[in-house]
């Protein structure tokens, strides 16, 4: 059998870029199996050259600069596995398809934001830019919708696409522990980044994945929309409590989806059922479900980090190429892909779980649901958890379904409230 | 922009045919998008040709013979959407692949049968067959294990593969009503066989789909193994209200894993746990499980079947073969795909569950159990059930875990006994 031969190049060798090589030397065989052709890691690059690692490499193969491998006229295929949203990351991708190497990357801040920027200039030289590892980990999220429901048309994603967060939150449940303690043991782990995990739990990195899924699933560009986004950060125990008392679950969900021919992009806490599927997503799994014509509801789920299901995504992104599969990375070409106008939130109507922190002294109660009436907001359910010892109380409160605008305004009269002792926390209720 | 121009022709027009030919002409401008293609439908055949159908087409491109759209120099892909596993089915796919024409079918039979003849047929022809909606029906789960999951090595794949099964064992709990009423309004709903359910629900189905799954997943030959495979048809409501006293709930599984280097395909009812993921997909979802390296444990959730999610299936076959992506249609090429000696079954090891009808006269629970001591079978636990106005009893049995070899025995043994009403309904336990 008479091979073809293809050179690598790998940009960044922490713990995916590690994996990725060595997972690229063991499976050698498999994919000569599967795409008849041999590849050869020809290039890798990291900050570091001396630093130890856990595989071998010729000393002839590390270059200092990784631009140098973006302009290698013996290299195929280029890896980014730094990770940054624009710089030394951007200047890799831009250099080697301009150069027309493919290039594949976990990157989901750079794809979310140069995404549309990077695929015309893949489709201009006619070659893949490929990034199945930036949403979904080792779901094969991106390939399903660009492949499997390549003609549905799909008009809503909801997705757990934060492992850290989802970690959090599920240990805060079954733990019984508070959110910094959770989040010390994530650190300590490796779910969560040691110095900074900030991107992780206010909502961004869910965030960028939303964007991508919405410019794959509605062939539309990646959207620059301000979005509705809320992280974990404010999220205590006893939310978690409450939330299992009141029958919910609290979950990060990402979601996009169509409304009357506007998108809607949002990322923030929700309360689900505790009885429905993403409901039952726990620890550093991820989920998405996704409502498409004609095939219905779809729900995939799997292991949302790490470098094994990350390096299976770029794997996946690799034998796609070898297969000759040259695609549009965004499914449909640059040019046929709209631009969406965004949906106003301040519409968007639902119920809200309130926990309102207030001095125990006598008036407060009739205080507090004063702002409410006065913002026409109806209550459905009112639980208030005295704490003697500490002069305060806790009031939680369900609202009956309203817009989002008058709950903005709610929020703004309450903390205003001199009964307050902190800023209210709230959680949007939501029926998936 | 130029566009590619391709034929297509669809043989047999049932709801699923009906479905795709209007699918085909409303997606026409979102395929040419995406592809670059403009597709026609150049042949149709189907038994009647004057059937009323739920759309127009001209009569000139109707064939009589649907051989002749496989011979037809002017068309480049075929549909077989008939459904036999041999005959007229086999031989419109054969006679397309000899003459260089892609086929896409949705026939789990004949690709559990012929797949691998018909592989060959492909591979050498250097055309597609593609079968995507033979397993899981919406569920991308082929392209799934070939593109997305591609690289991983996969050690098992556990599914709910059938639609029928499941929403019969879903309804009857839910319904708390009898195995012949739901079976009835199954067929009343289109979910069953009207005439001849019995491929549904005695695991024939679901074997097929198994078959097909472990060739691509292992990379092996489709197998012809004779497996252990039981149906759903002597479960009874008292079973099923047994298993939820019991923290279980009964789902018909296709099982195929890699033991020892062995080969384990299987397809049975299974007690699961109540509070796993695969005991909460209710009606006639599908859901598949797969476990991979380095990926982890993937799940993949969708509706199984009827003329969307199907459909859907087709049409993302249509795709890939329109965007030039040729590919082995089990992934690997045939001379490559090896044979896999199958595990013998008599030493899986389980628990039993056992519902035994027996005369309710005293003695009866000594001469059972002694059955069970005769067999070291050991008894975790005993439920006796009495039915005096019948004079009958149930003894429900949970045993600790033995051998597939020594149940056989125990059952044959049970079946002598001069007690029992009727033969022993048996269900194994399952830890999935």
Same mark, same amino acid.
């Given at each position: 059998?008479?091979?073809?031969?293809?050179?690598?190049?790998?940009?960044?060798?922490?713990?995916?870029?590690?994996?990725?090589?060595?997972?690229?030397?063991?499976?050698?065989?498999?994919?000569?199996?599967?795409?008849?052709?041999?590849?050869?890691?020809?290039?890798?690059?990291?900050?570091?050259?001396?630093?130890?690692?856990?595989?071998?490499?010729?000393?002839?193969?590390?270059?200092?600069?990784?631009?140098?491998?973006?302009?290698?006229?013996?290299?195929?295929?280029?890896?980014?596995?730094?990770?940054?949203?624009?710089?030394?990351?951007?200047?890799?991708?831009?250099?080697?398809?301009?150069?027309?190497?493919?290039?594949i990357?976990a990157?989901?801040?750079?794809i979310?934001?140069?995404?549309?920027?990077?695929?015309?200039?893949?489709?201009?030289?006619?070659?893949n830019l490929e990034f199945e590892a930036a949403v979904g980990g080792g779901i094969p999220i991106l390939r399903t919708i660009k492949d499997g429901l390549s003609?549905n048309?799909i008009?809503?994603?909801?997705?757990?696409?934060?492992?850290?967060?989802?970690?959090?939150?599920?240990?805060?449940?079954?733990?019984?522990?508070?959110?910094?303690?959770?989040?010390?043991?994530?650190?300590?782990?490796?779910?969560?980044?040691?110095?900074?995990?900030?991107?992780?739990?206010?909502?961004?990195?869910?965030?960028?994945?939303?964007?991508i899924l919405?410019a794959l699933s509605?062939?539309?560009?990646?959207?620059?929309?301000?979005?509705?986004?809320?992280?974990?950060?404010?999220?205590?125990?006893?939310?978690?409590?409450?939330?299992?008392?009141?029958?919910?679950?609290?979950?990060?969900?990402?979601?996009?989806?169509?409304?009357?021919?506007?998108?809607?992009?949002?990322?923030?806490?929700?309360?689900?059922?505790?009885?429905?599927?993403?409901?039952?997503?726990?620890?550093?799994?991820?989920?998405v479900?996704l409502?498409?014509?004609?095939?219905?509801?779809s729900?995939l789920?799997g292991?949302?980090?790490?470098?094994?299901p990350t390096?299976s995504a770029l794997m996946s992104d690799l034998l796609s190429i070898l297969r000759?599969n040259i695609k549009y990375p965004f499914g449909?070409?640059?040019?046929?892909?709209?631009?969406?106008?965004?949906?106003?939130?301040?519409?968007?109507?639902?119920?809200?779980?309130?926990?309102?922190?207030?001095?125990?002294?006598?008036?407060?109660?009739?205080?507090?649901?004063?702002?409410?009436? @006065? #913002?026409?907001?109806?209550?459905?359910?009112?639980?208030? +958890?005295?704490?003697?010892?500490? &002069? /305060?109380?806790?009031? *939680?409160?369900?609202?009956?379904?309203?817009?989002? @605008? #008058?709950?903005?305004?709610?929020?703004?009269?309450?903390? +205003?409230?001199?009964?307050?002792? &902190? /800023?209210?926390?709230? *959680?949007?209720?939501?029926?998936?």
């Open positions: 059998m008479k091979y073809k031969k293809i050179n690598i190049g790998i940009v960044g060798l922490g713990q995916i870029g590690s994996r990725l090589y060595r997972e690229i030397i063991f499976k050698k065989r498999d994919i000569e199996l599967k795409t008849s052709t041999r590849v050869n890691i020809l290039a890798i690059s990291a900050k570091n050259s001396n630093k130890k690692r856990d595989f071998n490499f010729k000393r002839k193969i590390f270059y200092k600069n990784p631009l140098h491998i973006s302009k290698d006229p013996n290299i195929d295929i280029v890896f980014e596995l730094i990770g940054y949203s624009d710089g030394i990351s951007k200047k890799i991708i831009e250099t080697a398809l301009k150069n027309k190497k493919h290039v990357t990157n989901k801040a750079l979310a934001k140069h995404g549309d920027y990077l695929s015309l200039l893949a489709e201009k030289n006619k070659v003609t048309k008009n809503k994603v909801v997705g757990i696409l934060n492992g850290t967060c989802n970690y959090i939150l599920s240990q805060m449940e079954t733990q019984n522990n508070s959110f910094s303690n959770v989040l010390k043991r994530a650190q300590r782990l490796g779910y969560a980044e040691p110095r900074d995990p900030i991107l992780d739990l206010n909502g961004y990195d869910t965030l960028a994945k939303v964007r919405s509605f062939n539309k560009k990646v959207s620059k929309n301000i979005c509705l986004m809320n992280g974990i950060e404010n999220i205590e125990l006893e939310d978690i409590e409450m939330a299992k008392k009141l029958n919910f679950r609290i979950k990060l969900l990402g979601i996009t989806e169509i409304i009357d021919g506007m998108l809607f992009e949002r990322v923030h806490p929700c309360l689900v059922k505790k009885d429905t599927y993403i409901a039952n997503i726990n620890g550093v799994m991820n989920a479900i409502n498409g014509d004609p095939v219905g509801e729900v789920q292991e949302g980090a790490g470098p094994g390096s000759g449909t070409p640059f040019n046929k892909r709209k631009k969406i106008k965004p949906y106003d939130s301040k519409f968007y109507l639902n119920s809200l779980y309130l926990r309102i922190e207030v001095k125990d002294i006598p008036g407060v109660l009739s205080s507090i649901t004063k702002v409410f009436a @006065k #913002n026409k907001i109806s209550i459905k359910n009112l639980i208030q +958890k005295p704490d003697k010892k500490n &002069k /305060k109380a806790s009031i *939680i409160i369900i609202t009956h379904e309203n817009y989002e @605008k #008058n709950y903005k305004n709610l929020l703004l009269n309450l903390s +205003k409230n001199k009964f307050l002792i &902190k /800023k209210p926390t709230f *959680i949007r209720i939501e029926k998936v």
